[in-house]
């Protein structure tokens, strides 16, 4: 279901029935960058939920306030903030780009700005799960190769079908999914410090 355009009002009555129906508050969320959802999100199961940014959706969003002359520059800085190797660095080099980029092009910075912590909140996890929790990517490829194979369907018989095909497909690797990492330390809680992003 997508809902990306629609208002908090929409979401927040999305999430509820699902909390109605038992949905227990998450330990970690991914989204990308739909106010809306996040507000709900946020009235529904309160301002500590972790909630991270989807890194990608941020990268296209950067390069549509830039001049096309700038972009390719702007993606090595961006690359280079957001794969750094440790929060600290990540942090420094947040603080760089701002900087730069408020003199060479403010929309930009104005744009990284706008995600503030939650386009960070994924150095709150061990680093071997950074990879495939900076981005929706992963579930969004899975969404979309299950409309894919499902295309020519036009009802499927049951509600209980759908997880039964979706594992299906996967298990006979129709739906081939690149390695999500990190899984050996998904127990560990989420450490409860963000980064300091005062630039």
Not at 1 to 27: I, T, V, Y
Not at 115 to 135: I, P
Not at 145 to 161: D, M
Request: one cysteine or more.
């Amino acid at each position: 279901m997508n809902m990306g355009g629609e208002s908090k009002a929409a979401w927040a009555e999305f999430l509820g029935d699902l909390d109605a129906r038992g949905l227990k508050r998450p330990e970690f969320v991914i989204v990308d960058g739909a106010p809306g959802l996040e507000a709900a999100l946020v009235a529904l199961w309160s301002e500590d939920l972790p909630i991270q940014r989807c890194t990608v959706h941020k990268h296209r969003n950067l390069l549509g306030h830039a001049p096309k002359r700038m972009q390719d520059e702007l993606t090595e800085d961006y690359r280079d903030m957001i794969y750094a190797d440790s929060a600290v660095e990540i942090d420094k080099r947040r603080k760089a780009f701002l900087r730069k980029w408020r003199l060479k092009c403010r929309a930009v910075a104005d744009s990284l700005e706008e995600a503030g912590d939650r386009l960070f909140t994924f150095t709150r996890l061990d680093t071997s799960q950074w990879k495939s929790a900076r981005t929706t990517n992963a579930i969004e490829r899975l969404n979309e190769e299950f409309r894919r194979r499902i295309k020519t369907q036009t009802v499927l018989p049951c509600a209980e079908t759908v997880p039964m095909l979706l594992w299906a497909l996967m298990a006979s690797g129709q739906i081939q999914m690149r390695k999500v990492d990190g899984s050996e330390t998904l127990a560990q809680p989420i450490a409860p410090i963000s980064l300091d992003l005062a630039a």
